[in-house]
């Protein structure tokens, strides 16, 4: 599975045949590192309270998620060029893998939301505009490919085991909820009328397309994970990934019923009361999933679990819970969910330091660039 790492003890980069064989198993799921990143800076930016230092820390941290993306673009490309046999099987031919084609269009959103509103005072309003908007189109345009593309795979040419779904399998269909929640931040920067209430529906769109095909997916995952076989350890941090769709569809609903005022100020009202009554209680349930989801990864961290890429599903899904009750909090006034914003924040932070300290490690000496060994499945 191109998503593992090698073992502790695997060989080094000073082994590879050559310098591209370190791009020949760079795979989409690269990107979550850049959505990880991302989300600690756009995080930052959403929290209800602030902190000395905040502003800057949220763009420094954009910044990297830029610099990282562009640097795994153009990795990507090579990848792309020299081994097209291997990004075929990537995608076509092997599930495991398909999956994290999700993530591409993901960092592409988080880093273009990033420059909004974060980037003003570094490149100029009206180029930290242009490039959300950009980079928003793309990476819509690429989640609604993937949120139809890869499940069409699964259906008619990859092929799956019963009982073989996991969270991983989320990751095509949330994509479009990215869409749907970052893209009432480029609302008020078109012209006033069909074209706002056109992106404003559209969002909308998204968000229920994206929940559904979220809704149909997640009986069969949590049939495997409660009477199937066991994932395997180094899959345990996927668990984190349910937490994508939930905190993403509430920072979506309170996005949108933001934007409403100027894009359908005759439902404006209603969309924002249905971000109350949407968000706080799926809010709720994503803060008892995170209960589940850090408990079955302390077991696994006591069994052993090794790092993975798999690792920064730590990062992203957490940090659209903190989105999530940071824009409830501003919606509701209430202090708890300020706080609980600031805490979630606290544990994304914690996260992405641990995982971006791994990767970097790994990626030194190389790693991360080899195919893994399949791995064994946890004990029942």
């Known amino acids: 599975m191109g998503l593992l790492t090698a073992p502790a003890r695997g060989p080094l980069l000073g082994e590879l045949e050559r310098p591209a064989d370190a791009f020949r198993h760079l795979g989409p799921n690269w990107y979550a590192a850049v959505m990880g990143t991302s989300i600690v800076a756009n995080g930052a930016a959403a929290l209800p309270v602030a902190f000395p230092g905040r502003h800057a820390f949220a763009v420094a941290v954009w910044a990297v998620a830029f610099a990282m993306l562009a640097a795994l673009m153009a990795a990507r490309a090579v990848h792309l060029v020299r081994h097209p046999d291997v990004a075929r099987f990537q995608l076509l031919d092997n599930p495991a893998t398909a999956v994290f084609y999700g993530c591409p269009p993901m960092a592409l959103l988080a880093v273009g939301y990033g420059t909004l509103v974060l980037g003003p005072g570094v490149l100029g309003a009206g180029p930290a505009v242009a490039l959300d908007a950009v980079l928003w189109t793309l990476g819509t345009v690429y989640a609604l490919a993937v949120a139809a593309g890869v499940p069409y795979l699964m259906i008619t040419r990859h092929r799956l085991e019963p009982g073989s779904a996991d969270p991983t399998w989320l990751l095509p269909v949330v994509a479009p909820m990215v869409a749907a929640a970052l893209g009432p931040a480029l609302v008020p920067h078109l012209p006033d009328g069909q074209a706002r209430a056109t992106l404003l529906y559209g969002c909308y769109g998204m968000f229920g397309a994206s929940l559904l095909a979220t809704l149909v997916l997640l009986p069969g995952i949590w049939t495997r994970l409660a009477a199937g076989r066991p994932l395997p350890t180094v899959l345990t941090p996927t668990l984190f990934l349910v937490l994508g769709p939930l905190g993403q569809s509430t920072t979506a609903v309170v996005q949108l019923g933001d934007a409403a005022g100027g894009a359908a100020p005759g439902y404006a009202a209603a969309m924002r009361a249905f971000a109350v009554l949407y968000g706080a209680p799926v809010l709720g349930f994503a803060v008892f999933w995170l209960v589940i989801a850090g408990t079955a990864n302390l077991r696994a961290m006591r069994r052993g679990m090794p790092f993975a890429m798999t690792c920064w599903a730590f990062t992203f899904p957490v940090g659209t819970c903190v989105t999530g009750a940071s824009g409830l909090a501003r919606a509701t006034g209430l202090d708890a969910l300020a706080h609980l914003?600031?805490?979630?924040?606290?544990?994304?932070?914690?996260?992405?330091?641990?995982?971006?300290?791994?990767?970097?490690?790994?990626?030194?000496?190389?790693?991360?660039?080899?195919?893994?060994?399949a791995p064994a499945p946890t004990p029942a």
């Open 341 to 373: 914003a600031v805490a979630l924040y606290l544990l994304l932070v914690a996260a992405w330091a641990v995982a971006a300290v791994k990767t970097a490690g790994g990626a030194l000496t190389g790693r991360l660039f080899l195919p893994a060994p």
